[in-house]
């Protein structure tokens, strides 16, 4: 292939990314925690003026390091604050993956390896939701995907040291974005493949000490900046917390994310739809008989039953949290996919049935969606949580022409299962496009409407305080909301936080308070400050309760 040729390739790539991850990001509010806890931290970054700490609500926040705020602080400088800047680096970094998975997949297996992959990663559920959202591991991934990548090229290229290097300055950067748990993962990923390999075949400890070299140059740099700005004494409580936060999640069930053992297998057979039903594909029979693409394939294996193992394994159950498996899910998938597109194999009939099976189910609900919102009152008797059933109560319109959407993807997914019985590829490629198009619809139609019945209510009423002088606070539940939406600025009260730098709830609700005061709660805990003489009712909806303090 000639340069040209591959030039285009990548433009195409670049072109098609950004049609698919950029449009449509400010549509809807950022979700309460993750995507406004890190948007908020950018805010505030920009807002002090101190760009080297991380803050929420104008105090420390120990539990993320700093990478990914800063690129969000930058799209904000940019855009203006707002939920278009906060999402965007992560659709940057859409762009920026698609182009990886081609630039290695071209490199280890082939070119038409590499386009199937691009296009399966593309057409993924999950992989491609989280291009749009804002939360810190699209990021955090693909940095230590590289990691993972640059230490395969140890052993296969002329440049060991080079790579080991860069290797270790990704790694690096992951640390910098999400934090030590990037370490973990390298380190029982390579104790795994020594065991499997029965040695380090390739790899001298010099190769393993540039990779701690560059990991540990990219933390010291920051490291160095705070200490010198802050002072040791900042930096040593920093690492208490975030120490003592990491193991917390390890241990605990943190704010009740909690889940069985087998959740994150459930979520990527589920969400990672339809590459995940591709790895019922594998056979014993070798891929190929290039040594370089086997190892490859081999650390592929090893990252996947590494994460999803240690995260079945950690008490608190995330979604995100088993996300690093879509890169060696789309991989191990996508050699299935080249394998078949070029008749080295025939498609399993258990692969077929799972694709029809799995994806008539997420079908199905698709269109129940519209029938459950315009028979809301049928379903309300058979929930018992009050909050949810309040939640239902939002104006969300709905129409039965809706499951059409559903009704068409189901359609689409048995043309192209049917399609692939002859012709592998062109029903393959329809599947992909099926994908690409529901999902689509899914980002731009029915997350504003899901939106509006878990969190719409208290945001509007958070946005109608943007710009007056005045406290606003939420009461019975964690969220960070309030703090975004309003516009939140430093109190200059020193009453306002108490001895350990948390809002000092007690003085708002009872205190000499200096300006007027806004709680919210939720429906569930509104008649226990409802009984508060001195709070005042002044509205409620969709399970918000919003009060106002008596003077």
């Known amino acids: ?85 906060a999402r965007f680096p992560n659709a940057v970094m859409g762009i920026v993956t698609l182009c990886t998975l081609y630039h290695i997949g071209r490199r280890v297996v082939h070119e038409k390896m590499a386009t199937w992959w691009v296009a399966l990663y593309a057409a993924t559920w999950l992989p491609h939701f989280y291009f749009k959202s804002g939360i810190i591991d699209p990021t955090f991934n693909l940095f230590i995907f590289i990691a993972f990548y640059q230490l395969y090229l140890v052993r296969f290229s002329e440049k060991k040291s080079r790579h080991a290097l860069l290797g270790g300055l990704c790694l690096g950067l992951a640390v910098m974005t999400k934090g030590p748990v990037a370490i973990l993962v390298a380190l029982l990923a ?81 969400g990672c739809f339809p590459a995940s039903l591709f790895l019922f594909q594998y056979s014993r029979r070798r891929m190929t008989d290039n040594e370089p693409a086997r190892d490859f394939t081999r650390w592929m294996w090893v990252l996947f039953w590494v994460v999803l193992l240690l995260f079945s394994v950690v008490k608190t159950k995330i979604v995100h949290y088993s996300s690093l498996c879509y890169f060696p899910l789309t991989y191990l998938a996508a050699l299935q996919l080249y394998r078949l597109s070029e008749g080295q194999a025939r498609l399993k009939p258990l692969v077929r049935t799972l694709l029809l099976v799995t994806g008539s189910l997420l079908a199905v609900a ?45 359609a689409g997914i048995w043309t192209a299962v049917l399609l692939m019985r002859r012709h592998f590829r062109r029903g393959m490629l329809v599947l992909c496009a099926v994908q690409l198009i529901i999902i689509q619809v899914a980002i731009v139609h029915f997350t504003p409407k899901i939106e509006a019945y878990s969190q719409r209510a208290a945001i ?15 009461l019975g539940y964690k969220s960070y909301a309030q703090l975004f939406y309003t516009g939140k600025t430093r109190p200059a009260n020193p009453q306002y ?31 226990r400050y409802a009984a508060m003489p001195q709070l005042e009712e002044i509205g409620r909806k969709n399970g918000f309760v919003f009060f106002r303090r008596r003077r």
């Open 190 to 270: 390579g104790i795994v493949y020594v065991l499997i390999n029965r040695g380090l075949w390739g790899y001298r400890l010099r190769h393993l000490a540039w990779i701690a070299a560059g990991a540990l140059l990219v933390g010291m740099v920051w490291f160095t900046a705070v200490t010198a700005v802050h002072g040791w004494a900042y930096c040593r409580w920093f690492f208490g917390e975030f120490t003592a936060y990491q193991v917390r999640l390890f241990r605990t069930e943190d704010s009740g994310h909690g889940g069985p053992l087998l959740y994150h297998f459930i979520v990527l057979l589920i």
């Open 497 to 527: 936080y108490d001895s350990n730098g948390r809002v000092n709830e007690a003085w708002l609700l009872t205190g000499d308070v200096d300006k007027p005061v806004f709680f919210v709660c939720k429906i569930t805990a509104a008649d």
């Open 460 to 474: 509007r009423f958070f946005k109608s305080c943007r710009g007056r002088d005045v406290y606003v606070h939420v």
């Open 1 to 85: 292939m000639t340069m040209t040729h591959t030039l285009i390739r990548y433009l195409i790539i670049v072109i098609a990314g950004t049609l698919l991850f950029v449009p449509f990001l400010g549509q809807v509010h950022l979700f309460d925690w993750d995507e406004i806890n890190f948007a908020e931290c950018a805010r505030e970054m920009i807002l002090s003026g101190d760009y080297l700490r991380t803050q929420i609500d104008f105090q420390p926040f120990w539990e993320k390091p700093p990478l990914f705020i800063w690129m969000q602080a930058l799209s904000m400088r940019l855009f203006g604050v707002g939920e278009f800047a």
């Open 366 to 410: 698709i269109m129940l969606l519209p029938v459950a919102g315009i028979f809301k009152q049928t379903l309300i008797p058979y929930i018992k949580d009050p909050f949810a059933v309040a939640n239902l109560q939002a104006g969300v319109t709905w129409r039965l022409a809706e499951c059409l959407w559903g009704l068409a993807y189901l």
